[in-house]
T-cell receptor, first 113, second 111 residues
């Protein structure tokens, strides 16, 4: 069964450092998303991406965040200057044309120290 | 404001003891309601999408139903491997793709 692959599975970084979280969506999917889940809290929407541009973003997704699809397979989330409160699980997801059944990756646990 | 509330927060069942999880929602124009299963340290795993009141879907021991205000996930004769957190999410009007999640129900099934 096709999978969304995320790397790394766990990243520890110092406050103020830049991090890039990587995702390989399902190959024929067109819509890409990032969500995050702070420990013990809800899964929260960050951003959606379609046709090489952001289609929607949440209030959380401020100027410190950016997304990119640098080639035909990868989808990345960059946090420019990490804060302690950015510590969370970050999930990438993708969906196909006309499909509302998102497929999520296993997540990257980001720990900011 | 669009909102999703799940109950109970946690549920402990004996193997074979059937039960239901509830998801109440308040959205302006529901496009779809989703159920996911989440194992510890993993991403949500898609179970069902429901689109309109009265719709039902089944998969093995799970059955999801939808009304205009809530959805139920019925678990029939659960097994220990059904232990997980079950998440409900809604997708609201046409101009958004985002999912709004509830906090989930943590299910434990013991032998």
């Amino acid at each position: 069964e096709p999978e969304v692959t995320q790397t790394p599975s766990h990243q520890v970084t110092q406050m103020g450092q830049e991090v890039i979280l990587r995702c390989v969506p399902i190959s024929n999917h067109l819509y890409f998303y990032w969500y995050r889940q702070i420990l013990g809290q809800k899964v929260e929407f960050l951003v959606s991406f379609y046709n090489n541009e952001i289609s929607e973003k949440s209030e959380i997704f401020d100027d410190q965040f950016s997304v990119e699809r640098p080639d035909g397979s990868n989808f990345t989330l960059k946090i420019r200057s990490t804060k302690l409160e950015d510590s969370a699980m970050y999930f990438c997801a993708s969906s196909g044309q006309g499909s509302y059944g998102y497929t999520f990756g296993s997540g990257t646990r980001l720990t900011v120290v | 404001e669009d909102q999703v509330t799940q109950s109970p927060e946690a549920l402990r069942l004996q193997e074979g003891e059937s039960s239901s999880l509830n998801c109440s929602y308040t959205v302006s124009g529901l496009r779809g309601l989703f159920w996911y299963r989440q194992d510890p340290g993993k991403g949500p795993e898609f179970l069902f999408t429901l689109y309109s009141a009265g719709e039902e879907k089944e998969k093995e021991r799970l059955k999801a139903t939808l009304t205009k205000k809530e959805s139920f996930l019925h678990i029939t004769a659960p097994k220990p491997e059904d232990s997980a957190t079950y998440l409900c999410a809604v997708q609201a009007p046409r101009n958004t793709d985002k999912l709004i999640f509830g906090t989930g129900t943590r299910l434990q099934v013991f032998p």
